[in-house]
């Protein structure tokens, strides 16, 4: 049997406590629909990223733990969506570094791979890796 890997995302303002039971609620109503359409959530492969300038992003956590089917969904503090690594703090920094990181492994590969004598044949191959990066 084949099996279809989607992600979805969910997000909702959390002003009080009971913005956290209302968001539980939601969860719970995509899982009765996931079981309606035979499929599944995997609560391992799930993550709560908590958006907030706030220096109490820990206490934030600890008030309210969310789960599907009684598992818990763990906290992250980073999350990758569309290639994008987006922070708790929307701090690019790390979202930066692992593109800088990328683009100088390949980079290397570049280098390593295509040793030519020519410069114009050395540019050829520059232009066309160039949108790799």
Known sequence: SSGINAEC?????????????ILQRDINCLLNWAHVNKMKFHPSKSHVLTISNSNNLNSQRENFVYAIDDNPIDYTDLEKDLGIHIHSKL??????????????????LLKRTCNF?????STDCDSALIPLL
Not at 96 to 107: F, T, V
Request: hydrophobic fraction near 20%.
């Open 91 to 108: 701090d690019w920094s790390q979202h930066c570094n692992k593109l800088y990181s990328k683009a100088s492994q390949r980079l290397a």
């Open 9 to 21: 995302h969910y997000g909702r303002e959390i002003g009080s406590q009971n913005d956290h039971w």
């Open 117 to 121: 004598t020519k410069k114009e044949k």
